[in-house]
């Protein structure tokens, strides 16, 4: 009887919260193609293989094992048994040649396409011609380095302090919660941005990267609360029970964000809107725009839009990291600057923002008992 062959590309493709269209887009293959090669009515070429493996950042032989059952193992695994090896994207580069930059994480040299970060354009490590081969030595900036992903518009105010402290060279990449999460699983970021818990909630986001399978090896730095809600473009409308009765056009926020959580407070059982924004400020430019008249966002984005606000829930945002890594030189210096006075006046100064009373404190993830504080 002839092995059957299962692949693990639908279930990493949907971990990510990607559509069979955002897949085909990232590698060129049609949708029907990505479809025929989920349901395995289609082996895929080598270079079909390879480019499905880069954009989902899995080996090959991970995604396209013969013999294994389908779903078997998570998304982070692979990854994890993978660090301490050669270079690897951090994600596949969408065009060649590509700019790009370099860092050590988790032991290993990771290179990410050059894009716009929280700080801006910055200049970049290296031009490659092609994806692969990666260089095998990587730039000396590469070791003084740090890599964040998360969705805080008001980031750079920490990064910037702490560059200029230290001379650390952040990079800071917008993604949502669930984003940064699964970048953080699979070795490629040191931080991660997580906003996935209202203030009254007794376990905060601890709570919330448990049911994301996360346990005490990781660690939460406690950062900041912030007012959550909805901007809209109608003034007259201030409370949650009128945005509901109010027959507005929506832009959404993708699946796995805290934002998305906010939206789904105020829409329930709704269908949701069709249309997405990635970040906080692209709901002001679409509301901006006239795409939509209402979108989730935080505070802060509301107003320098000059848009009306309702604030749905007061969050919690915290950066995840390994606890192993809280010793780290670069991050060690990243606590000190969040627990600095500078740093909690910037912050306290930001619309709907406050430092959270124990901003730059540490505990890791709870495992069920509690949390445990990291010194």
């Given at each position: 009887?002839?092995?059957?062959?299962?692949?693990?590309?639908?279930?990493?493709?949907?971990?990510?919260?990607?559509?069979q269209?955002?897949l085909?887009?990232?590698?060129?293959?049609?949708?029907?193609?990505i479809?025929?090669i989920?349901?395995?009515?289609?082996?895929?070429?080598?270079d079909?293989?390879?480019?499905?493996?880069q954009?989902?950042a899995?080996?090959?032989?991970?995604?396209f094992?013969?013999g294994?059952?389908?779903?078997?193992?998570?998304?982070?695994?692979?990854?994890?048994?993978?660090?301490g090896r050669?270079?690897?994207?951090?994600?596949a580069?969408?065009?060649?040649?590509?700019r790009c930059?370099?860092?050590r994480?988790c032991?290993?040299?990771?290179?990410y396409?050059?894009e716009?970060?929280?700080?801006g354009?910055l200049p970049?490590?290296?031009?490659?011609?092609?994806?692969?081969?990666?260089?095998?030595?990587?730039?000396?900036?590469?070791?003084?380095t740090?890599?964040?992903?998360g969705c805080?518009?008001?980031?750079?105010?920490?990064l910037?302090?702490?560059?200029?402290?230290?001379?650390?060279?952040?990079?800071a990449?917008?993604?949502?919660?669930?984003?940064?999460?699964?970048?953080?699983?699979?070795?490629?970021?040191?931080?991660?941005?997580?906003?996935?818990?209202?203030e009254?909630?007794?376990?905060?986001?601890?709570?919330?990267?448990?049911?994301?399978?996360f346990?005490?090896?990781?660690?939460?730095?406690?950062?900041?609360?912030w007012?959550?809600?909805?901007?809209?473009?109608?003034?007259?409308?201030?409370s949650v029970?009128a945005?509901?009765?109010?027959?507005?056009?929506w832009i959404?926020r993708?699946?796995?964000s805290?934002a998305?959580?906010?939206q789904?407070v105020?829409?329930?059982?709704?269908?949701?809107?069709r249309r997405?924004?990635a970040?906080?400020?692209g709901v002001a430019?679409?509301?901006l725009?006239?795409?939509?008249?209402a979108?989730?966002?935080?505070?802060?984005?509301?107003?320098d839009a000059?848009?009306?606000?309702v604030?749905?829930r007061?969050?919690?945002?915290?950066?995840?990291?390994?606890?192993?890594?809280?010793g780290?030189?670069?991050i060690?210096?990243?606590?000190r600057?969040a627990?600095?006075?500078?740093?909690?006046?910037?912050?306290?100064?930001?619309?709907g923002?406050?430092?959270?009373?124990?901003?730059?404190?540490?505990a890791?993830v709870?495992?069920g008992?509690?949390?445990?504080?990291?010194?």
């Amino acid at each position: 009887m002839a092995e059957r062959s299962f692949n693990q590309v639908r279930r990493l493709r949907e971990a990510r919260g990607w559509t069979q269209l955002d897949l085909a887009g990232r590698t060129g293959i049609s949708r029907t193609a990505i479809s025929a090669i989920e349901q395995c009515r289609m082996t895929p070429s080598v270079d079909a293989a390879l480019r499905i493996a880069q954009a989902l950042a899995h080996s090959v032989e991970a995604i396209f094992a013969r013999g294994g059952a389908p779903g078997a193992g998570t998304p982070g695994d692979h990854a994890d048994a993978d660090h301490g090896r050669g270079p690897r994207w951090a994600w596949a580069p969408r065009r060649t040649p590509v700019r790009c930059w370099a860092a050590r994480v988790c032991g290993r040299d990771v290179w990410y396409p050059a894009e716009p970060t929280v700080l801006g354009l910055l200049p970049h490590d290296r031009v490659l011609p092609s994806a692969a081969p990666l260089p095998a030595c990587a730039p000396p900036a590469s070791a003084q380095t740090l890599v964040i992903a998360g969705c805080d518009p008001a980031m750079s105010l920490l990064l910037s302090l702490h560059g200029a402290r230290t001379g650390v060279r952040m990079l800071a990449f917008q993604r949502t919660s669930g984003e940064a999460l699964r970048l953080l699983r699979e070795g490629v970021v040191h931080l991660a941005g997580v906003h996935l818990a209202a203030e009254d909630d007794p376990d905060g986001n601890g709570g919330a990267l448990r049911a994301h399978g996360f346990g005490p090896s990781f660690a939460l730095l406690e950062m900041t609360l912030w007012d959550a809600g909805i901007a809209v473009t109608r003034g007259g409308i201030r409370s949650v029970r009128a945005l509901r009765r109010a027959p507005l056009r929506w832009i959404g926020r993708p699946a796995g964000s805290g934002a998305r959580q906010c939206q789904d407070v105020v829409l329930q059982a709704r269908p949701a809107p069709r249309r997405l924004a990635a970040t906080h400020h692209g709901v002001a430019e679409a509301l901006l725009g006239g795409w939509a008249e209402a979108g989730a966002c935080v505070r802060m984005v509301a107003e320098d839009a000059g848009l009306p606000f309702v604030t749905v829930r007061r969050e919690r945002y915290d950066l995840c990291l390994r606890a192993a890594d809280a010793g780290e030189p670069a991050i060690a210096a990243l606590i000190r600057t969040a627990r600095s006075r500078a740093w909690r006046a910037l912050i306290d100064a930001i619309p709907g923002y406050d430092a959270a009373p124990g901003a730059g404190g540490m505990a890791r993830v709870p495992d069920g008992e509690g949390p445990d504080h990291v010194d």
